[in-house]
């Protein structure tokens, strides 16, 4: 991506577990955010392969929080029982 500062919310809906480089790709959103930008995310927690052979990640929520740490807000919520989440949902805000 090559936008810089020009988005005031990007929605990311089930994308990032079907990136291989996600930590590019959550740089990549930051960057294009305007400050105080906000980032909405869902991944999948506990959920079944699909769309593979590029279904690559699932991710907790103490990764997100390491991987969103540049946001100076982060609110993660889940559904489903705390050890067995079906899907995390995000709001960062730059």
């Given amino acids: 991506m090559n936008f810089k500062k020009e988005f005031d ?3 990311c809906n089930n994308v990032l577990e079907h990136i291989f480089d996600f930590k590019k790709a959550i740089e ?3 960057g294009a955010l305007k400050s105080n930008g906000i980032l909405i995310l869902l991944v999948p927690g506990l959920y079944p392969l699909h769309d593979e052979p590029n279904d690559y990640w699932r991710f907790t929520e ?3 929080r390491n991987l969103l740490q540049k946001f100076v807000k982060i609110k993660i919520e889940h559904k489903g029982i705390r050890r067995y989440p079906f899907v995390y949902y995000v709001e960062a805000t730059k």
């Fill in 28 to 30: 990549n959103i930051y």
């Fill in 62 to 64: 103490h990764s997100l």
């Fill in 9 to 11: 919310i990007i929605l």
